[in-house]
């Protein structure tokens, strides 16, 4: 008659789900009814197991929360009060997780969704205690044990995400689901943090990181339920960069920088593209995440940067990559119109080269690699420089808004990016050895063509006269360190050949520049 004594029923049940829980203790640990070892205690264990099952059908069928929390409560503590001493987290975890899907259905169904944060916040206890009594002494840090703590880890974050979809119709009202994904996301980041301290883990970049961005994918899929909690993907994204950054620096050997670059590449990229898919499928503005997504590429050349600073020696294949990220970063200034990014990346990676440049031994067999590798990077940045420069000072025109801050910038960006190889070029000029200025002019006059030509086509004489002070800025360097009263027909021919390619430049174009000053 549950209708009539609804609290007095509600009582008994609760009463009698918690005498159950201390007879059923009582039976096994003070009294030992049930036997000795270990079957004792799975009896134990199973007819708790079996307590805990019918408190939660019993809070459904009397819409009794207090069962259910009592429920619960007895669930998370039997394996405690079971406990055998022996590391065996297949039964352990697998219980856990059949607890978690019952009180996960329970809290769906009544639309008690404080009961997810509870289960989560048990769920953490239960693993936080496993990983310190049976982390170390079972060696889960070598060999294919380090995927059982990883499993665990994921599979809880996972069970709450799935969750937190399915309520995501209440997430309005309630942000328990969200909230409890998200502790379980930082419990998962901090043992990857952890893991950094086991050489065992680290030496494995896949299994960490793939770890790690599985972590980061479960967040993102949270802030695309609830929108309102968008700056999570900022603040996962750099503490992702810091685990990065810390395992970088310690941990990483020259073997590993391949797999080291596929990570650097895959953290950038995913969080730089995610508010493009947000857009994709949502009509609202992330404004935190869009207002940071373009900086996420950039990260990624701060990265790299990184390897070439603790290495003693770096792979040639850093250059390949360093190319990506930029072209990544011109990708995301071309989706997100944010051009500082861009100025950004050209100052970092001018930083990279510097640093790989001054790494090497001054030696003259190292100028035509530097130059293949400063000869890809000046023409991509010169003209994606341009580029970028007529798509949103045309887009300027078309709106009539007044010039802001990004108008500045893509106004300079063309002689910016036109000045840094030119700068680099003179450092190695200083640096090497370099007694014929051949390689270095010749490299000097094919970046002058192209700035020369992007000026016509581009409609940008800045350039003109930015390459002009450029090539004269590194005539003068090398002339001052390096050249040869003896031997000087060389760099005269490259003197006379500049000016007359400057001379002749406004004449051939005078249709073009007749208006402007700066060519002449």
């Not at 001018?350 to 003259?364: G, N």
């Not at 021919?493 to 390619?501: A, F, R, S, V």
Request: overall charge positive.
């Amino acid at each position: 008659r549950k209708k009539a004594y609804t609290v007095l029923a509600q009582t008994f049940c609760a009463s009698g789900v918690l005498i159950l829980y201390g007879v059923s203790f009582g039976a096994h640990s003070l009294y030992h009814l049930f036997g000795e070892g270990s079957g004792a205690a799975v009896v134990a264990f199973s007819l708790m197991t079996l307590i805990t099952a019918v408190a939660f059908l019993l809070a459904v069928k009397l819409d009794a929360l207090v069962v259910a929390v009592l429920g619960m409560v007895g669930g998370f503590i039997t394996p405690i009060l079971c406990s055998t001493g022996h590391d065996n987290p297949l039964g352990l975890f697998t219980y856990i997780a059949l607890l978690d899907i019952g009180l996960l259905m329970v809290a769906k169904r009544k639309n008690w969704l404080f009961l997810t944060s509870m289960g989560a916040a048990g769920t953490l206890l239960m693993q936080l205690g496993w990983f310190q009594k049976f982390f170390q002494t079972g060696h889960y840090y070598e060999g294919a044990a380090t995927l059982i703590p990883m499993g665990i880890v994921l599979f809880f974050i996972a069970l709450f995400t799935v969750a937190a979809w399915r309520s995501k119709d209440n997430i309005d009202n309630d942000m328990h689901p969200m909230g409890s994904t998200l502790a379980l996301c930082t419990f998962g980041l901090l043992t990857a943090f952890t893991f950094l301290g086991y050489d065992g883990i680290t030496d494995r970049t896949f299994w960490l990181y793939g770890y790690t961005f599985l972590i980061n994918i479960a967040a993102l899929v949270i802030v695309f339920i609830a929108p309102r909690l968008s700056v999570l993907q900022v603040l996962t994204g750099l503490a992702t960069f810091l685990h990065i950054s810390i395992w970088t620096m310690q941990k990483l050997k020259p073997e590993m920088l391949g797999s080291a670059l596929v990570v650097y590449l895959v953290f950038g990229v995913m969080h730089a593209a995610f508010p493009l898919v947000w857009r994709h499928f949502r009509d609202d503005d992330l404004s935190v995440p869009r207002a940071f997504s373009p900086w996420f590429p950039p990260l990624i050349i701060l990265l790299m940067l990184l390897p070439v600073l603790r290495l003693d020696e770096v792979s040639f294949i850093i250059w390949p990559a360093i190319l990506l990220a930029d072209l990544c970063v011109i990708a995301a200034a071309l989706m997100s119109g944010a051009l500082l990014p861009v100025v950004a990346s050209l100052l970092l990676t001018l930083m990279v080269v510097f640093a790989w440049l001054f790494k090497v031994p001054p030696q003259i067999s190292v100028l035509p690699s530097f130059l293949f590798v400063l000869g890809g990077f000046a023409a991509v940045f010169a003209i994606a420089g341009c580029w970028l420069t007529k798509r949103y000072s045309g887009m300027l025109r078309r709106t009539g808004d007044a010039p802001g801050l990004n108008d500045q910038i893509a106004a300079a960006l063309p002689v910016l990016s036109a000045a840094l190889p030119f700068l680099l070029l003179i450092m190695a000029t200083l640096r090497l050895p370099v007694l014929n200025p051949s390689p270095v002019f010749g490299l000097g006059l094919l970046l002058v063509l192209l700035l020369l030509g992007l000026a016509k086509i581009a409609r940008i004489p800045a350039l003109a006269f930015a390459s002009l002070i450029c090539m004269l800025g590194l005539e003068a360097s090398w002339h001052g360190e390096r050249f040869n009263p003896d031997q000087p027909w060389i760099a005269l021919n490259w003197y006379l050949g500049m000016h007359l390619l400057f001379t002749i430049y406004p004449f051939v174009f005078r249709n073009t520049f007749k208006q402007n000053i700066a060519p002449w």
